[in-house]
């Protein structure tokens, strides 16, 4: 499919540039069975605030996800 999941608006309203967020640990794309978890942790792996699952993508691994062309991230 060509279905695409846009965080740009998200992430701008956090202060998190999107070329940075997956660097940054702000986007994670974790594996759970046969699904991705989507999250967004708003201060990053390095903060103290744990990630949040913003949606779970079922039968796809993340290995398949291209950030800029499924997330929208540069």
């Not at 940075?20 to 974790?30: D, E, K, N, P, Q």
């Not at 699952?53 to 929208?72: E, K, Q, S, W, Y």
């Amino acid at each position: 499919g060509k279905d695409r999941i846009d965080l740009s608006a998200l992430l701008a309203s956090i202060n998190a540039p999107s070329a940075t967020a997956i660097g940054r640990g702000v986007v994670t794309l974790l594996a759970a069975g046969a699904n991705t978890l989507v999250q967004i942790d708003t201060d990053g792996s390095a903060g103290p605030v744990p990630p949040r699952t913003l949606v779970t993508l079922r039968n796809l691994a993340p290995t398949a996800i291209v950030p800029g062309r499924d997330l929208g991230l540069n």
